[in-house]
Structures are given as structure tokens and as C-alpha cells.
């Protein structure tokens, strides 16, 4: 199989070694968004619902550079630093993800990167 790089300007770009994605063979597994801008690169939000918008947002520039939308999403990984924040954020997820209701999984985390509230990962079955 081969693997494919994707990337679009539309979300923030990697701030470390790794993609924004990569397409192997039928499937594409994203990075972890987290709520960062992609034009300035700052943290949107210091709420949960805030960032979390924020971060469907950057997901579905990376969904959408892939020929993808959230339909396609079979898979959803959630990182939060509070479960407290669960109810608030699962609010959010339903906005985007709910109708389509791919696998998931949530957990709370010690530390996020750039000590945000929420990071999202997918994996999408290409068209």
C-alpha cells in the first residue's frame, strides 16, 4: 500500500514532526487537532466548548483536503484534561460528528500540547 501526505493551509500546519495526515490505502488517519488558529497559530478559546468548535473546524479542513466530510469518519479518538468538561464537549462533538455516530473513544489526559482543554483525532474511509 501506499500512504500519501495531506495537508492544507486551511488548518494549522504540524508543530512537530508529523502530518496533518496521511491517506493509506482506503482510510484517513488524521493528527490531533488541537484549537489552534490556523492563520495566526494562537490558542482560540480558553473554554471547552470554544476550543472544541475550533477544532472541528481545523478537522474538517483536513477531512475536506482528503476528498473527505465528517460522514465518512468511522473513528474518533478524544483527549480531554477534565472529564468534568465531558458533558460540554460531547455538546460539541454531537454538532459535528453526532448524526454520522462513528467508534470513539474519550479520555482524560494529564497534559495536552500547548496545555489546551482538548485534542481530536479521526480516522475517515476515503470516497
Known amino acids: ?19 496533518q495526515a496521511v491517506e493509506v490505502g482506503e482510510f484517513l488517519f488524521t493528527s490531533g487537532q488541537i484549537p489552534l488558529d490556523p492563520k495566526t497559530m494562537e490558542i482560540v478559546g ?40 465531558f458533558p460540554k464537549l460531547n455538546d460539541v462533538y454531537n454538532e459535528y460528528l453526532g448524526e454520522y455516530k462513528p467508534a470513539r473513544s474519550t479520555v482524560e489526559v494529564a497534559k495536552l500540547p500547548k496545555a489546551v482543554l482538548v485534542e481530536i483525532d479521526l480516522i475517515a474511509k476515503l470516497p
Open 46 to 85: 480558553q473554554d471547552i466548548t470554544t476550543q472544541a468548535h475550533q477544532v472541528f473546524k481545523n478537522l474538517k479542513a483536513v477531512l475536506n483536503a482528503a476528498g473527505c466530510d465528517f460522514k465518512d469518519v468511522v473513528k474518533a479518538g478524544v483527549f480531554i484534561d477534565n472529564m468534568d468538561d
Open 1 to 19: 500500500m501506499t500512504k500519501k501526505i495531506v495537508h492544507t493551509d486551511n488548518a494549522p500546519a504540524a508543530i512537530g514532526p508529523y502530518s
